[in-house]
């Protein structure tokens, strides 16, 4: 079974900063997608990045970028020129061949003025 | 191009009582994911069904059903509702059930649901 960790249960960042959110996970598999999800409070998950694990080159989207080392089973998002509207829940997830998300505990970001 | 909707977005039960969670996914989606979230579980996958038939199930009592229809909305039940089940529940949809080319999922915002 897949396993996600984000050992970061909250964090802060300024406005205008940059900030990091680190995510770990635990698989057998070789082919595979990861994600970062957001979830404002209006609760609906809302994808911000995704990478294929075949793809060694690191995916970016706008002001969202992800470090991510196969070999060490890490994925992590890089926030960069924070603004208020970044402030939720950030879930990092796995997905292999079975199309079933395996989920983080998730990072409680809050961006301050 | 409307998302995907979930209905109701809040409900309040009694304990033992049984209920029924809606979605209707994005026009021509024939995936349907559901997701069970809990501050003590976290987000924990409860079953896929991709053109009426399930494909998916994860680790939950069979209190827990669904179906879909050929419309590709989908329905979930909970029988004999637990104080535990109180949680929101996630639906997403996508086109083949399955991450390909530019084709994702795309969650619901939810419905709340409370046992009392």
């Known amino acids: 079974a897949q396993t996600v960790t984000q050992s970061q249960p909250e964090m802060s960042v300024q406005e205008a900063e940059t900030v990091t959110l680190s995510c770990t996970y635990d698989t057998s598999e070789n082919n595979y997608y990861l994600f970062w999800y957001k979830q404002p409070p209006s609760r609906q998950m809302i994808l911000v990045i995704r990478q294929e694990a075949y793809k060694q080159q690191n995916a970016t989207e706008n002001r969202f970028s992800v470090n991510f080392q196969k070999a060490a089973k890490s994925f992590s998002l890089k926030i960069s020129d924070s603004q208020l509207g970044d402030t939720a829940m950030y879930f990092c997830?796995?997905?292999?061949?079975?199309?079933?998300?395996?989920f983080g505990g998730g990072t409680r970001l809050m961006v301050k003025p | 191009k409307a998302g995907v909707t979930q209905t109701p977005r809040y409900l309040i039960k009694t304990r033992g009582q049984q209920v029924t969670l809606s979605c209707s996914p994005i026009s021509g989606h024939r995936s349907v994911s559901w997701y069970q979230q809990t501050p003590g579980q976290g987000l924990q996958f409860l079953f896929e069904y991709f053109s009426e038939t399930q494909r998916n199930k994860g680790n939950f009592p069979g209190r827990f059903s669904g179906r879909q229809f050929s419309n590709s909305r989908s329905e979930m039940n909970v029988s004999t509702l637990e104080l535990g089940d109180s949680a929101l529940y996630l639906c997403?949809?996508?086109?083949?059930?399955?991450?390909?080319?530019?084709?994702?999922?795309?969650f619901g915002s939810g419905t709340r649901l409370t046992v009392v």
């Open positions: 997830a796995f997905m292999d061949a079975g199309n079933m998300l395996t």
């Open positions: 997403a949809s996508s086109l083949f059930g399955r991450v390909q080319g530019n084709y994702g999922y795309t």
